[in-house]
């Protein structure tokens, strides 16, 4: 049934954006299988490096001395600066307090023990079904490394055993560091020691299609630098050629691409010291050209890329755009992004993930997505509306359900139609 009044349209979207359930294509977080590799609670919501990055421009102390004390005093140390001594007004800094609020904890205190005193008797699951509910959260997806070893433990013995939460294969490494890949992949026990042959890239997309099947990866994935390209004759395309594209069509897997970052720009800051660059997008031009059927998600860092991204997205089917991501995953930037980029594609684009490290965040992170994700398609729904279109709450949860998950699904679905049975 068609909404006629204006106000109904406008209700019924502020509500099923905060509603809809959403399928968060990327995260940091794991199931509580991978025991405390799992980051959540108070004092890991405040450590999160955003906020760690935050805490050093106000506070004296040498990096040595705050990375030698314990979470918790860090977690005093940035509460004290960030909350107690001045607003918590930025992104990260407010989005504990969401957290904290919808998770039921009264935020008028400024005492941090009030707040570790409420969840003290939590376990690590009862936690993640609060926080999956609050934020109406179905699907989590992980970044899921075999070459850390720790994580590597993990699925080496029980694994993942909760269906909530699904992999996706990282590879930064293989890439970008072969000196260190190739000695832990040689490790676990694949031929990859000298020169690269053909050998050597059997090797590789044996060991991709093991811990592909082994983590149950959705999509194979690596953050990149701005200015690597691809064609030459090189480590980075050599890679790409010979044994990560392959492998995503044999196997039917997407290739993820978050391109535009520069590590470790002020190493004293650890994982909080990366910072973003404009990235050369003739990698992914060239990438998309060459293997129309090799399905990429991408994500680029630096502003002044998001129009050029855009419209290459319109060039390219095999091409879908996801999420604000990192320095992007602010009010401001996901208004701008999000307003633009359905502009130019409607609904075929993935507009958010979260990025999350800390369990938590998921909260804060799609609650402030939601929300400005809701005003930017009331107002495109408003030209439609005053031209005499008539929405109704299918239209709109159908329009929503494919930004919340189902263009994500149907990557997948293109990427499969390539899979070698
Ligand atoms: O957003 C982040 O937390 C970054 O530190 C990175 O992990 C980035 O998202 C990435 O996946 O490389
Ligand atoms: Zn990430």
């Known amino acids: 049934t068609p909404l006629r009044k204006w106000e109904d349209v406008e209700r019924t979207v502020s509500l099923a954006a905060k509603e809809l359930p959403v399928t968060d294509m990327h995260t940091h977080l794991f199931s509580a299988d991978f025991k405390e590799q799992l980051l959540w609670g108070v004092d890991e919501l405040l450590i999160y490096h955003y906020l760690t990055a935050e805490y050093f421009r106000y506070s004296e102390l040498s990096y040595d001395d705050f990375w030698k004390y314990s979470k918790q ?24 307090l969401t957290a904290f609020r919808r998770l039921g904890l009264d935020t008028s205190s400024r005492d941090i023990n009030i707040y570790r ?3 003290k008797n939590r376990t690590a ?35 993942n055993t909760d269906t909530r939460f699904l992999g996706a294969l990282r590879i930064d490494a293989l890439l970008l560091n072969w000196t260190v890949a190739s000695a832990e992949l040689a490790a676990m026990g694949y031929q990859v020691e000298g020169e690269w042959n053909d050998g050597v890239s059997g090797e590789v997309r044996r060991f991709l299609k093991e811990w592909s099947a082994k983590v149950g990866a959705l999509y194979i994935a690596a953050s990149l630098p701005g200015d690597v390209r691809f064609g030459g ?3 980075l395309t050599a890679m790409l050629e010979e044994a990560v594209i392959p492998v995503c069509l044999e196997l039917g897997l997407p290739l993820g691409l978050m391109i535009g970052v520069r590590r470790q720009v002020n190493p004293s800051l650890k994982l909080a010291g990366d910072m973003s660059m404009k990235a050369d997008l003739q990698l992914l031009e060239a990438v998309a050209v060459s293997h129309p059927d090799l399905q990429l998600l991408i994500t680029v860092l630096a502003r002044e890329n998001q129009h050029e991204l855009t419209v290459l997205s319109r060039k390219f089917r095999n091409i879908t755009l996801f999420g604000c991501w990192w320095f992007l995953h602010t009010e401001s930037m996901i208004q701008e992004l999000t307003r633009f980029r359905t502009e130019l594609l409607g609904f075929s684009y993935i507009p958010q993930h979260s990025d999350c490290r800390v369990l938590e965040q998921l909260i804060n992170k799609w609650e402030h997505s939601r929300t400005v994700i809701s005003e930017v398609l009331v107002s495109k729904y408003k030209r439609v509306y005053e031209s005499g279109w008539l929405l109704s709450e299918e239209d709109i949860v159908r329009d929503l359900n494919e930004w919340f998950g189902g263009r994500f699904a149907v990557v997948r679905q293109n990427a499969a139609k390539t899979k070698v049975r």
């Open 125 to 159: 699951s009862e936690q993640i079904d609060k926080v999956l509910a609050a934020a109406r959260v179905k699907e989590v997806v992980m970044t899921n490394d075999p070459l850390d070893r720790s994580e590597r433990e993990v699925w080496l013995h029980q694994g």
């Open 73 to 96: 005093q860090q977690a005093e140390l940035i509460w004290q600066e960030l909350f107690v001594k001045r607003s918590p007004v930025s992104e990260a800094a407010s989005g504990v």
């Open 117 to 119: 005193e409420a969840w």
């Open 233 to 235: 004759r090189d480590h």
